[in-house]
């Protein structure tokens, strides 16, 4: 036996509400409601729907929410189980095999004996390397070249001074810095209409990715948020209720009276 759903069947008992009007007053399904107070979580339709249901439907019977939802999610996650499925195939190893120290000593030996007897044989080591014949070049004799005669000396003319003409620097105008712009605010106005035949519904609204207000609006009441970069609404009766984006009536959230939407501006 489910104690959620006892204690959400006993309040509305107390209260003397039946089940057809508590759906009627909730706007959730009666097929919801009979889910949540027999505990049948797995005929609710996702996770977060179920947990939209509770909130609702534990604020109109007067229960704390919290406690509810907590309820909810130890019943909920009692029933998951994990399951450990061993690998059918055992991972392969790969094995790595380090040369020998002595092998490695041995080879260098080797090559050692070999780069000794090829460079003998060439006649680089031992008494078969001669030194080679130093050649020193002659040295060039240059006569000497003969002393240049005199010239006479020639008068020299005074230069012709000319006008100095003035150098104009241009000035450049400082580049100006640019000053960084802030995105524009985002004026959303979420209301319930007054009019006969709406109901009220729970709404969640985040504004940059802060949650500002979650609980249930009455039909007539209006809220206003202001955001710079995205605001995210979540309605459980969006037919009833109606968003304003900076003076633009954008019409009811949903179009499926009970069943929760999610919207959000700008648009994805």
Do not use: C
């Not at 070999?114 to 020193?136: D, F, N």
């Amino acid at each position: 036996m489910s104690e959620l759903g006892a204690r959400l069947r006993r309040a509305r008992e107390t209260n003397g509400i039946s089940l057809a009007q508590a759906a009627a007053d909730t706007r959730i399904l009666l097929q919801s409601l009979q889910a949540l107070e027999e505990g049948a979580f797995e005929r609710l339709p996702s996770d977060v729907v179920a947990r939209g249901f509770i909130r609702n439907y534990s604020q109109y019977l007067g229960l704390p929410v919290d406690e509810m939802i907590e309820l909810y999610r130890r019943e909920r996650g009692a029933t998951d189980k994990i399951r450990i499925v061993p690998a059918t195939h055992p991972p392969r190893t790969r094995m790595y095999v380090l040369p020998s120290f002595f092998a490695i000593f041995f080879i260098t030996l080797v090559l050692i004996g070999l780069a000794y007897v090829g460079l003998s044989a060439l006649g680089q080591i031992g008494e078969r390397a001669t030194p080679s014949a130093a050649v020193v070049p002659s040295p060039t004799i240059v006569p000497p070249s003969p002393l240049p005669t005199p010239e006479p000396p020639t008068a020299v003319s005074a230069p012709t001074t000319l006008p100095a003409t003035p150098v104009v620097t241009p000035t450049v105008p400082p580049t100006p810095e640019p000053t960084p712009t802030l995105a524009a605010p985002i004026v959303v106005e979420v209301r319930v209409p007054a009019v006969r035949g709406n109901e009220n519904s729970w709404v969640r609204v985040q504004v940059d990715g802060t949650t500002v207000f979650e609980s249930i609006m009455r039909a007539g009441e209006q809220r206003t948020f202001t955001a710079q970069r995205r605001v995210f609404i979540r309605a459980g009766n969006p037919t009833d209720v109606e968003v304003t984006v900076n003076g633009l009536q954008q019409g009811p959230l949903g179009t499926v009276p009970g069943q929760p939407v999610n919207w959000s501006w700008p648009p994805n």
